[in-house]
């Protein structure tokens, strides 16, 4: 009997609290087979304003393209990346912050790094067939290793 090893992780994180067992399991499993960790936070294109107004809103306000908003929260993720990348003991070069649609980004990343297990989070709420979320899901269907989905609960409103 063979035991399977991994030797490449990929961790995705979203910075939530309720993302915090993805993060815990990334750490066991990178102790448990000595492998190297990458840590992934994926930021969804953030859209172009309207060519339009709506009524009741008038003048010459800068939109998000004005304000370089994007731009903006990829700093903010790199930053709390960083953070969370030095409480882990993950080198800066395994910290990767991406602009795409989620599931893509992962599995363009996995690949990239030759990763032989994603860790991903999943909120599934709706049954067995409901049992991993979208990006789960999307991911799950084409990225060419492991995946191990970890299931969050939901925040718990304050």
Same mark, same amino acid.
């Not at 991994?6 to 979203?14: E, H, I, K, M």
């Given at each position: 009997m063979t035991t399977e090893t991994?030797?490449?992780?990929? !961790? !995705?994180?979203?910075f939530e609290?309720?993302?915090e067992p993805v993060i815990d399991r990334a750490q066991r499993l990178r102790a448990l087979f000595g492998a190297r960790l990458t840590l992934l936070h994926v930021l969804e294109h953030v859209p172009p304003a309207p060519d339009y107004m709506p009524l009741g809103f008038g003048g010459d306000l800068p939109t998000p393209d004005d304000l370089g908003l994007e731009q903006e929260l990829v700093d903010i993720a790199c930053r709390q990346l960083d953070v969370l990348g030095?409480?882990?003991g993950v080198a800066p070069v395994d910290r990767l912050v991406r602009v795409g649609p989620t599931s893509h980004t992962i599995d363009e990343v996995a690949d990239e790094i030759a990763a032989d297990l994603v860790i991903i989070g999943s909120h599934g709420r709706h049954g067995f067939l409901g049992l991993f979320g979208s990006t789960a899901k999307a991911v799950l269907r084409s990225v060419k290793c492991d995946v191990l989905c970890v299931k969050l609960q939901d925040a718990t409103p304050t």
């Open positions: 991994y030797s490449r992780l990929l !961790a !995705a994180v979203d609290p309720n993302g030095e409480r882990l």
